[in-house]
Nanobody, 122 residues
């Protein structure tokens, strides 16, 4: 059974940093695109950053220059480094990934993690 498990959230002061991790567990044949989303109660979930299997990354405009997404294929883990955090970054952060679940023909399925709370407050 495939699972995505996030970690690294917490309480941080404005200007501080956090590093989120997303570990993929289970029988898989690979990981295609990965992404980090966030959601504030009452709002829709929004895409913060994404990274393709070739390492190409894209970011929400408001986090460009502050957040960096990366991945380690050998560890089956994705990361979101968040620097210069602001109160408006407060949200539950979710990992999302397209997982290759069969070798041939290749078939992918989309999975979500359970979320990790990030709170930016003095």
């Amino acid at each position: 059974q495939v699972q995505l498990v996030e970690s690294g959230g917490g309480l941080v002061q404005p200007g501080g940093s956090l590093r989120l991790s997303c570990l993929v567990s289970g029988n898989i044949f690979g990981i295609d695109a990965m992404g980090w989303y966030r959601q504030v109660p009452g709002n829709q979930r929004e895409l913060v950053a994404s990274i393709d299997s070739d390492g190409s990354a894209d970011y929400k405009e408001s986090v460009k220059g502050r957040f960096a997404i990366s991945r380690d294929a050998a560890k089956k883990t994705g990361y979101l480094q968040m620097n210069n955090l602001k109160p408006e970054d407060t949200a539950v952060y979710y990992c999302n990934a397209d997982i290759v679940i069969t070798w041939w023909p290749p078939q992918t399925e989309n999975y979500w993690g359970q979320g990790t709370q990030v709170t930016v407050s003095s």
